[in-house]
Structure formats: C-alpha cells, structure tokens
C-alpha cells in the first residue's frame, strides 16, 4: 500500500474505532475549552481597546520640552546605582495583556554585582530592557506607577552649551588664571581677527587620549517617565548592554575599528578621530586583545570569544556606570565563559561601576554576583546576598534551580528538572504561580498570591510557607 492510501486508511479506521473517535472528540472540545482560545471578535475588541491606551503612553514618551521637575527625583537610598520599583511592564497583544514585568522592586548598588536569575520567559530582559527604554514599542510600554531610579552622571550645561573645563596656570603675581594660547588653524597657523591681531583661546583639559573634558553632574531619573529625547543621552554611555549574541550588536560590513571609532564619536564630546583611535586601542587592550590584530578586521573573521571582548571594548568606550550583561556567556564554551566572566569582574573595578547579570544559569551568578534575585513569571520569589540566596534557598523554585545546576562535586545520573510549566502570562492566575509546579503547597497558597516577607536584614521571600511560624511548619 502507497504511503498516502495508508494514511487514508489509519484515519478512517480510527474514527470507526470507538477509542480514536473519543479521542477526536476530546481534542476538538479541548481546542474550544482552552483558557487561551478568543474569538476574531474578542480580538477585535482587545485590538480596538489596545490602541487607545497604546496611543497615551506612546505620546507620553515623545513629549517635547518636558519640565525636567517630571522627571528628576531622589534615590531612596544614596548608595545605589539602580532601583526598581513597583516596575510593571505589559505587552498589549491582539490576544490579551502579556504582563511580563509584573511588580518588581530591587536595587543594583554602586559598584556591586546583581544577579538576576530565573527561567526563560520569566521577564529578566524585559526588566533590563525596561531601564534602556527599550521594551518593544508600541506593544511593550512600562505601565503608570512603575519608578525605574538611576543615579546618572550628566554634562553640566549653560545657555544650552557643555561646560569646559579649562588649564590653569599661576601667573607673574602669583594668582591662578586660566590657561591661554593663540588659536590655530588645522594646518597650524595661527588664527588673526580683521584688524591682524592674533586670537587667543581658553586651554580646555583633556585626558591621555587627547579627548576635551567637560563638568559633570550627578542627577536622578525616573526613566518610567522620562521622554525618549532625554533616555537617547543616557542610553549607551551611562548604561550599556552586552548581549548573549554580539553579532547582534556588531555591524557585519564594518571593521571593527572602525565601529568602535563610531562609538567614541558618538557618545563622547569633542572626541576626533585621531583621539578615538587611541581610545579604541587602549579598550582593546584592556579586554585582552592585541589592537594591531583586530582593528582592520571585520566581525565575521572573529571567534565567538572574541567578538564577546570586542563588545565589551565596545560597551567600556563610555565608561558606562552600569553594564547589563543579558546571557553574556550563554553562547560560548564553557573555558570561553569563564575568561569572559573573569574579564567582566576585572573591568567592572577598573571603571568602578555596577554590573546587572541576567542569566537562566546559576551557576554563572555563583561565580559572580553580589546580590541575587530570583525571578518567576514577572515577579520576584527570593532575593538576597549571595550567601544567603545558595546557602540558605528558601523558595521551593530556588530550591529546584539549585538541584537543576550541574556541579562538579557531585555526580549523578541524570539533572533534576522542575516538573510542570510557568502559568500563561495573560491569564495569571491570582495565587503564587509556582503553585502548580510545588511539591511543597499548603493550604494558605490556594489563597492571594503571597507578599514579599524580610527573612532577615538582607534576605527576602515571596512563599506561604514562610508568612509565619505555623504555616512554616505545615509544609507538606
Ligand atoms: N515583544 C513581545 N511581545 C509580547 N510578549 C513579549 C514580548 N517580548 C517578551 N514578551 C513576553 O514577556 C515575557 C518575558 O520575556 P523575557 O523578559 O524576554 O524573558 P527572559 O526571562 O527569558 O529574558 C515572556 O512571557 C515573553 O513571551
Ligand atoms: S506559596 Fe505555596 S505554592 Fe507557592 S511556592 Fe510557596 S509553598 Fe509553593
Ligand atoms: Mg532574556
């Protein structure tokens, strides 16, 4: 019998089947049955209701001329880079709200490492995404009540101009004057005005590489409300991302210097070519790699490890006070990964800055995090110091993530996965998500989905079993 015929023939002879004709039954019934199944008119509706609320956040964002009062706030606590708070963050999808982000509150501070884990799909890039203003407009907006604070280090300004900062020198009588020379053209000639005197101008400082300096400030913002115009200033300098794949940010029809040229030029004031070069070199040498051999390069000519350190060079050109490195090392072998790792922990010192490292792997957050924050479906479930998150893993998903991590201490046969799927992300449902994936529930977890409680000083859990001593103890 032809293959077609056969096929033909195993149909019909299951609809005769009593045991095959039930099982169609089933399968049409539970396509109609399904939580996630709507109608092309309750699309419709959603499509329709969608716009309007899409068209106020959107016009929100691309306001002009903003009171900077909207926008500019305090840190709560001086000595973070960093705070979410309360960030929600939805997708208004055709087929229902999508809450990726869904009230999450924590803190990089300076000069630390914040891990933060979870598995895929459970709003980690989303909520590094969210900081960059980045979420995928016009679906993604970051929703009312959402405070993302992040302490940025802004050029001074006057009469809409950059403040130099000049040369000083002592002068005959022994007092501070600015610094003075005659003003030349590109060729060197000095410049003269029409009546044939020479123009003198202010010696502006400049740092090794020859790149003008200008007074900085420190202000806060609230990126949730702040406009596009104002984020395109921050994005790239103050906070720059290393993503799981750098040939997504690396331009295949260019040589690598010349993209990290671009860079300089871009992001730094009054930086030129000649001074951008020298800049480029001294970033490639810092992540490890000989100038003279990359820099005429393209991307593709490029091992994987490489093209990592060239994004790095790249991302360290601005000297950005916060790197978001997402699945940084993902991609790479595992001898790769650690170099990679080592040379993040390296220069995050160098330009004493913080680093928020997404990662699904936790193992990598061991090697180097701080801080650790667990995430599931869009909310946070435990968060703590390093030690207190793998010494002491409260939630029953910490507990699962750290079975599930391969370690060369223990041998076993096969790697423990937690059974069972995260919840529909537009059908939430209003107890703990984990619930249907806990060996450990009790009855109060049938109940609301529970608050975030201090276990200690550092140490924070979102699980019924640990609201109080009592129901700690039922613990099935
Ligand atoms: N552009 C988008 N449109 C709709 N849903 C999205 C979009 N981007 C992300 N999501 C949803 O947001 C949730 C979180 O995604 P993400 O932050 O990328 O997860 P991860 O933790 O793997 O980084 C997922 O359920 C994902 O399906
Ligand atoms: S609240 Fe209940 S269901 Fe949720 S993780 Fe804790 S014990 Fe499990
Ligand atoms: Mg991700």
Do not use: W
Not at 35 to 42: A, V
Not at 274 to 299: C, D, Q
Not at 321 to 342: G, N, S, Y
Request: aromatic share 6%.
């Amino acid at each position: 019998m032809s293959d077609e015929k056969e096929k033909k023939s195993l149909v019909k002879r299951l609809f005769k089947n009593e045991e095959g004709s039930a099982f169609f039954q089933r399968l049409f019934k539970s396509n109609k049955d399904k939580s996630g199944f709507i109608s092309g008119k309750e699309s419709r509706r959603i499509s329709k209701a969608n716009s309007k609320i899409i068209k106020q956040y959107e016009a929100q964002k691309k306001r002009k001329n903003v009171s900077e009062s909207e926008y500019v706030t305090e840190m709560k606590d001086p000595k973070n880079i960093v705070e979410f708070e309360n960030l929600h963050t939805y997708f208004f999808t055709d087929a229902g709200t999508v809450k990726a982000v869904g009230g999450v509150t924590f803190s990089v501070p300076q000069g630390a490492t914040v891990g933060v884990v979870g598995e895929s799909g459970c709003g980690k890039s989303v909520t590094a995404f969210s900081l960059m203003q980045l979420v995928a407009a016009p679906t993604g907006q970051i929703i009312e009540g959402s405070e993302i604070r992040f302490r940025s280090t802004v050029y001074k300004e006057q009469d809409g101009q950059k403040v130099p900062i000049y040369e000083y020198e002592t002068d005959e009588n022994g007092a501070e004057k600015i610094k003075e020379r005659q003003k030349l053209d590109k060729r060197g000639v000095p410049l003269r005005d029409k009546q044939g005197s020479v123009l003198i101008e202010k010696v502006q400082k400049t740092d090794h590489n020859g790149i003008p300096l200008f007074e900085t400030e420190e202000k806060v913002y609230n990126v949730a409300k702040m406009p596009t115009e104002i984020m395109r200033k921050i994005r790239g300098r103050e906070i720059a991302m290393i993503f799981q794949e750098p040939m997504t940010s690396l331009n295949p029809i260019f040589t690598i210097g010349d993209q990290l040229d671009e860079v300089v030029l871009l992001h730094i004031p009054g930086a030129t070519k000649e001074s951008a070069k020298k800049r480029t070199y001294e970033m490639l040498k810092l992540v490890g790699i000989i100038p003279e051999n990359v820099y005429k390069r393209y991307p593709h000519e490029l091992s994987g490890g490489m093209r990592q350190r060239v994004m790095i060079a790249m991302v360290l050109a601005c000297t950005p006070k916060l790197i978001i490195a997402d699945e940084p090392t993902t991609a790479l072998d595992v001898t790769i990964q650690a170099q990679i790792l080592d040379l993040l922990r390296d220069i995050k010192d160098q330009i004493s800055g913080s680093i928020m490292l997404i990662t699904h792997d936790l193992g990598v957050i061991a090697e180097m995090a701080d801080f650790v924050v667990v995430m599931y479906a869009g909310r946070i479930i435990e968060m703590g110091t390093a030690k207190d998150v793998f010494d002491k893993p409260m939630h029953p998903y910490t507990i699962g993530l750290q079975k599930s991590k391969p370690s060369v201490n223990k041998q076993v046969d096969r790697l423990y996965s937690i059974p069972g799927n995260v919840p529909n992300p537009i059908n939430m449902p209003a107890h703990c998500y984990f619930k249907g994936r806990c060996e450990k529930r009790i009855a109060a977890c049938d109940g609301e989905y529970p608050c975030i409680i201090d276990v200690s000083s550092t140490h924070k859990v979102a699980c019924h079993l640990y609201m109080d001593e009592n129901t700690a103890k039922e613990g099935k």
